[in-house]
Nanobody, 122 residues
């Protein structure tokens, strides 16, 4: 019913930048909070940043001052601008969205994208 398609991952040298995008499509009414998570090899998935529909943001301490989350509600898209990348940022990055669906009333559903890999070389 809802698909999240991430893009923008890749290989970058330490100190470099990448911009991730995640576009939502499908039969939904409203997208509320959107977020980016990452999962490094052998580790649990961790929250990187969140953004409310109104634009309020929160960040993990490890990325504050380096990453910026933003969204375009007209395009149903969330972005993650990653600057000053470090090798420890290497992970698969996942997009997450909380949405209401057509014909399902106010119930909020949570969806995940398939992930986009980010590798930062030292």
């Amino acid at each position: 019913q809802v698909q999240l398609a991430e893009s923008g991952g890749g290989l970058v040298q330490a100190g470099g930048s990448l911009r991730l995008s995640c576009a939502a499509s499908g039969s939904f009414n409203t997208i509320y909070t959107m977020a980016w998570y990452h999962q490094a090899p052998g580790k649990q998935r961790e929250l990187v940043a969140t953004i409310s529909r109104g634009g309020d943001t929160n960040y993990a301490d490890s990325v504050k001052g380096r990453f910026t989350i933003s969204r375009d509600n007209a395009k149903n898209t969330v972005y993650l601008q990653m600057n000053s990348l470090k090798p420890e940022d290497t992970a698969v990055y996942y997009c997450n969205a909380n949405v209401t669906l057509r014909n399902w009333g106010p119930r909020v559903f949570r969806y995940w994208g398939q992930g986009t890999p980010v590798t930062v070389s030292s």
